[in-house]
């Protein structure tokens, strides 16, 4: 599979948010207001639904919220509605259960991965320590569940399955590959459940919710999968950044913390003497820094890692999985949403250059 990048006469400017830099252009403004107008809704409904009588849980639920997000899964799915009737109530209920999800989803991860920033702001459990935190994810996950039964049996159905596969994914990714498995393909199916499946619910709620042909939902599942691999593994690239401020972490915060991300996977494939030495003092320094010391002594390894050609490798697998996202689209019916979905994978390997 070749990658596509795009050309750079189409690349988006950075500076505009997520939702105009898929929907740019005359083409789509009728689309742009559509969804924007059911973002709003959305938006509207999590400050309601994250809203809660008792104190220290209504700070807590709100915590992440209100540090921001790219709000990629209610886009999604409010572009998928479109195939079918539109912003029903129920799209717009789907779509923010599964954004709840995946706020829940970040608490029990800055948990389990030791980070102590996430959106530019101190993690939760580094303000209300880890049991807070982790029942606070508990607490959005409960909320959730209660909006897709409002739906009905099928949301509920897509919200135990999607919850099921998160669980998974952040087991085998705590656990480890067996012995015998390729670390690499162990890690695309971890990111498949992780990152992949919450986004494929995403694009099928849309479809769902909005009374679309079943013959969509396949294709959405496919792309929406595809893309949140490849969103993943350019979070593995911007991860390695240099810049703070476009990640709102300290670069290789991931890998620090001892958690493999795909420029260290593919760095261990790699058998030149440079690169098993650099492998060494990554792994070294993990286990130090484990033991109680200052994270900075991998400063140096990471720059070495963030120049080495396995992150330049990580990100054309970026570029590869996007495409195959969109290769996935092709039962859906040429038009503004197809054209849509088709920008969205484009941006989302685009973020860094």
Do not use: C
Not at 305 to 325: C, G, I, K, S
Request: no cysteine.
């Amino acid at each position: 599979m070749t990658p596509s990048l795009p050309a750079s006469g189409e690349r988006l400017s950075a500076q505009l948010g997520l939702t105009e830099r898929v929907l740019a252009g005359p083409r789509m403004r009728k689309l742009l207001g559509i969804v924007e107008d059911g973002l709003d809704e959305v938006e509207a409904t999590l400050a309601r639904e994250l809203t809660v009588s008792d104190a220290l849980a209504d700070a807590t639920t709100r915590y992440l919220y209100e540090a921001g997000g790219k709000r990629v899964r209610p886009m999604l799915a409010l572009l998928t509605a479109q195939l079918g009737s539109g912003t029903t109530e129920h799209v717009i209920a789907g779509a923010t259960a599964l954004e709840m999800t995946h706020l829940g989803s970040l608490y029990h991860d800055d948990v389990m991965d030791g980070a102590d920033v996430r959106r530019g702001v101190p993690s939760a459990h580094a303000v209300w320590g880890n049991n807070v935190a982790i029942l606070t994810g508990d607490l959005l996950f409960s909320r959730a569940s209660q909006l897709m039964a409002q739906i009905g049996e099928r949301a509920i159905r897509l919200q135990a399955d999607t919850f099921e596969r998160l669980v998974l994914g952040q087991m085998h990714e705590t656990v480890g590959p067996p012995s015998g498995e390729d670390p690499v393909e162990f890690y695309l199916q971890v990111l498949a459940d992780k990152t992949g499946s919450l986004i494929a619910a995403s694009a099928q709620a849309g479809v769902f919710f909005s009374d679309a042909s079943d013959d969509y939902v396949a294709p959405v599942l496919e792309y929406g999968e595809k893309v949140g691999v490849a969103f993943q593994l350019l979070d593995d690239v911007i991860d390695l950044s240099a810049d703070p401020a476009e990640t709102g972490k300290v670069p290789g915060t991931d890998l620090r913390a001892g958690v493999p991300t795909m420029p260290y996977l593919l760095l261990g494939r790699a058998s030149d003497p440079a690169s098993r030495s650099l492998r060494a003092t990554i792994d070294d320094g993990v286990a130090r820094i484990a033991d109680g010391a200052d994270p900075a002594i991998l400063d140096d390894a990471m720059t070495r890692l963030r120049e080495h050609p396995a992150t330049e490798a990580t990100r054309r697998q970026a570029y590869e999985w996007a495409d195959a996202a969109v290769a996935g689209l092709e039962p859906l019916p040429q038009g503004p949403v197809r054209e849509a979905l088709v920008k969205l994978s484009h941006v989302i390997v685009d973020r860094s250059s």
